[in-house]
C-alpha cells in the first residue's frame, strides 16, 4: 500500500493506556486517531453482545471492509485490544502497551469491570497474549513493546512516535 503518512497500531490488554495514548500521539504528530472498538459499536459492526463475558462478537468481514476505507490514504493511529484480524500491510509500526499488574488492575476497578472480566484481561497481561500475538502477525522489525504505567511513560512514548514518524518520513519521501 503506497502512503503518504504512516499507519501505527496501538495495541495491548484493555486497560494498558490505547486510548489515552492513541490519542496524545495524534495530536503530538499531526494523525488522525481510531478507535475501533467506537467504530463497532456506533456503526454496529457486530453480532451481538456475549453477556458472560460482558464482550461484542465482531462481524470481521464487515469490520475490515470499513477499516480498509478508513486506513487507505494513511495517517491513523488505530487503537485495538487485538491485533490479529488485521492485515500485516495496513500498518507500518505496531505498538504494544504493557502495564504492571497493580497499575492494571486498579484501572480495571475503577472502570468498573466485573471480575470475570479483570480474572480474564490480567491472565492476557500476564501470560503476554497481545505481545506474542502480535509477534506472530507482523514483522519484527515493527513490533515495538512499550511500557505504559505512568505519565512519564506515556510521554517517553509519544516522543519515541514522534522520532519513528521523522525518521519514516526521511525514508518516504520521494
Ligand atoms: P485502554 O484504551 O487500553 O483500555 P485507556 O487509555 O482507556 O486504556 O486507559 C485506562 C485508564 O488508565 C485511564 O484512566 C487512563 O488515564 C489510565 N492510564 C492509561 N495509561 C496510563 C499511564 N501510562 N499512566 C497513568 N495512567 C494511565
Ligand atoms: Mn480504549
Known amino acids: 500500500m503506497e502512503r503518504s503518512l504512516p499507519n501505527i497500531l496501538v495495541t495491548g490488554t484493555p486497560g494498558t493506556g490505547k486510548t489515552t495514548t492513541s490519542e496524545m500521539i495524534a495530536e503530538a504528530i499531526g494523525l488522525e ?10 456503526k454496529q459492526l457486530h453480532e451481538g453482545y456475549l453477556e458472560e463475558f460482558d464482550t461484542h462478537v465482531l ?9 480498509e476505507e478508513i486506513l487507505k490514504d494513511g495517517g491513523k493511529v488505530v487503537d485495538f485490544h487485538t491485533c490479529e484480524i488485521f492485515p500485516e500491510r495496513w500498518f507500518d509500526l505496531v505498538l504494544v502497551l504493557r502495564a ?5 488492575y486498579d ?10 472480566k479483570i480474572d480474564e484481561n490480567m491472565e492476557c497481561e500476564i501470560m503476554q497474549v497481545v505481545l506474542e500475538t502480535a509477534h ?13 504505567n505512568t505519565v512519564d511513560d506515556m510521554e517517553s512514548n509519544v516522543d519515541r512516535v514522534k ?6 518520513k526521511a525514508n518516504n519521501s520521494k
Open 33 to 42: 486517531h481510531v478507535n475501533v472498538g467506537d467504530i463497532v459499536k456506533s
Open 59 to 67: 462481524d470481521e468481514d464487515k469490520l475490515l471492509d470499513e477499516l
Open 100 to 104: 504492571d499488574t497493580s497499575s492494571l
Open 107 to 116: 484501572r480495571m476497578v475503577k472502570r468498573g469491570y466485573n471480575k470475570r
Open 136 to 148: 506472530e502477525s507482523y514483522a519484527p522489525e515493527i513490533v515495538v513493546e512499550l511500557p505504559s
Open 163 to 168: 522520532q519513528w514518524l521523522e525518521a519514516w
